[in-house]
T-cell receptor
Framework: KQEVTQIPAALSVPEGENLVLNCSFT??????LQWFRQDPGKGLTSLLL?????REQTSGRLNASLDKSSGRSTLYIAASQPGDSATYLC????????????FGKGTTLSVSS | DGGITQSPKYLFRKEGQNVTLSCEQN?????MYWYRQDPGQGLRLIYY???????QKGDIAEGYSVSREKKESFPLTVTSAQKNPTAFYLC???????????FGPGTRLTVT
């Protein structure tokens, strides 16, 4: 059964620092991988989607990489800002589009000014 | 604006009562999903539907029911059989092809 793990569970950094969030999954047979952001009490905002055939995706200060063979993905945040403080969730889809996501428990990021 | 709406934002019920959570999307997505989020447990799948009039159970379907009569709507009923219904409920829909999922703002259900 596919399991998704995110390390660390919490991270505190000063403003301006570059940082990396880690995600690992046990079965490399994924269809895609998504990174989300969740603010307290809110829904999830999709940040980046990486298809199984892709190695990375970029959006602004965010860069996500995917290494299917090792079962790992990283989310790189450049020049962090206090507004980046949130919980970041990694999730994978197995089999095909239209099937459900399997989530990690998230990394809660706090960026201090 | 295209998106997913969930109502209400907060819902309070007495134990033993059934309650229905609304989820509507105007993104023209075929697939829709219901997840439950509890502190420290992450999101878990309750039900999903890939097409109108069809749906599949997720990992924690016991005590819940759904319907999919219209493409835009996927309501979730929390029945009195659900042992621990207090949670944050999230609805999502996804694009065909890429499978990218988009989420609604959530409904926080409290049962006392």
């Amino acid at each position: 059964k596919q399991e998704v793990t995110q390390i660390p569970a919490a991270l505190s950094v000063p403003e301006g620092e570059n940082l990396v969030l880690n995600c690992s999954f046990t079965d490399s047979a994924i269809y895609n991988l998504q990174w989300f952001r969740q603010d307290p009490g809110k829904g999830l905002t999709s940040l980046l989607l990486i298809q199984s055939s892709q190695r990375e995706q970029t959006s602004g200060r965010l860069n996500a990489s995917l290494d299917k063979s090792s079962g790992r993905s990283t989310l790189y945040i450049a020049a962090s800002q206090p507004g980046d403080s949130a919980t970041y969730l990694c999730a994978v889809t197995v089999n095909q589009a239209g099937t459900a996501l399997i989530f990690g428990k998230g990394t809660t990021l706090s960026v201090s000014s | 604006d295209g998106g997913i709406t969930q109502s209400p934002k907060y819902l309070f019920r007495k134990e033993g009562q059934n309650v229905t959570l609304s989820c509507e999307q105007n993104l023209n997505h075929d697939a829709m999903y219901w997840y439950r989020q509890d502190p420290g447990q992450g999101l878990r799948l309750i039900y999903y539907s890939q097409i109108v009039n069809d749906f599949q159970k997720g990992d924690i379907a016991e005590g819940y029911s759904v319907s999919r009569e219209k493409k835009e709507s996927f309501p979730l009923t929390v029945t009195s059989a659900q042992k621990n219904p207090t949670a944050f409920y999230l609805c999502a829909s996804s694009i065909q092809g890429t499978g990218e999922q988009y989420f609604g703002p959530g409904t926080r259900l409290t049962v006392t």
